[in-house]
């Protein structure tokens, strides 16, 4: 998008305090985000949260290679990890509620929401399953590997599948939040 996207304004505050308000919100304690450095505005963005931050150092990295940084500091008493990306800011506290208590009864499942048969993020994967994802294997290419071992859940959020890669994905998803909070107001 030629900017930082998960900074963003949505109505009142940037697209990551919506992502880190919603982690906090499930209940989540450990919270782990992988930025790059240099990116000083989204650090100071994210300084007042109860989280800690991991540094991606390559800035030609995959997905899958700030996954693997942010799993570095993981406490070692996790059972899962949940993988938020910063660009569906609209995933809800319940969705990941939901996730979190199937996880306590599937804990050796990887779990993947899906709203009207499409899936979306974010995905729990057991703390388990880390070791495959350190051996090089994308979070995709363990699902594949790992069929027997995938739920998916089917949600009423749409907020999973909603991404912010375009300006008009960014405009479709601030309509949404405003439209919301309409709601919310009316109520």
């Known amino acids: 998008m030629g900017r930082t996207k998960q900074l963003l304004p949505l109505v009142d505050r940037p697209a990551i305090e919506y992502c880190i308000s919603s982690i906090s919100a499930s209940g989540i304690q450990d919270i782990v985000i992988v930025l790059r450095p240099g990116n000083r505005e989204l650090l100071e963005a994210v300084i007042g949260f109860p989280l800690r931050v991991a540094f991606n150092e390559d800035p030609e990295s995959e997905m899958a290679d700030s996954v693997r940084t942010g799993l570095l500091k993981i406490r070692p008493s996790a059972t899962g990890i949940l993988i938020c990306l910063s660009d569906h800011p609209m995933v809800t506290d319940e969705t990941l509620k939901n996730l979190i208590k199937l996880h306590g009864e599937c804990p050796d499942k990887i779990l993947i929401p899906v709203y009207k048969g499409k899936k979306g993020h974010p995905t729990l994967v057991p703390a388990s399953a880390a070791g495959e994802m350190f ?8 699902i594949h590997l790992l069929p ?20 008009d994905d960014y405009r479709v998803i601030l309509e949404k939040i405003r439209t919301r909070q309409r709601h919310l107001e009316c109520q």
């Open 135 to 142: 051996s090089g294997l994308t979070l995709r290419q363990l």
């Open 148 to 167: 027997d071992r995938v739920n998916f859940m089917e949600v009423s959020d749409e907020g999973v599948i909603l991404d912010m890669d375009t300006m």
